[in-house]
């Protein structure tokens, strides 16, 4: 399969990590938050694979008609179109509310 990522969903990653270095700037590391970063950006290349597919609980993701899987950390909505899974958004699990 073919990924292609829109570039709201590496913002959303990226803002969310760089929120948590400034709320835990004295805890949180460089290095935790790129290690952070590149594991929810590699997750998304294991939907439909080892993330299977779920109807999306965010109603703004059920009215674009898309699908959602998740990790333990983040969801991410997604259309399939053929060959290719276009991952449409990113949220992280605390932020999963209307």
Request: proline share 2%; with cysteine; glycine share 2%.
């Amino acid at each position: 399969m073919k990924h292609v990522i829109k570039s709201i969903c590496v913002k959303n990653i990226i803002k969310f990590y760089l929120n948590v270095a400034k709320k835990y700037k004295h805890t949180y590391s460089q290095d935790l938050q790129r290690k952070n970063i590149l594991e929810a950006y590699d997750s998304m290349f294991l939907i439909e694979e080892t993330l299977p597919r779920r109807k999306p609980t965010l109603t703004r993701w059920q009215k674009q008609g898309w699908h959602m899987a998740n990790t333990d950390k983040w969801y991410y909505a997604y259309t399939i179109e053929g060959n290719t899974i276009t991952i449409q958004d990113a949220c992280h699990a605390q932020n999963m509310h209307e």
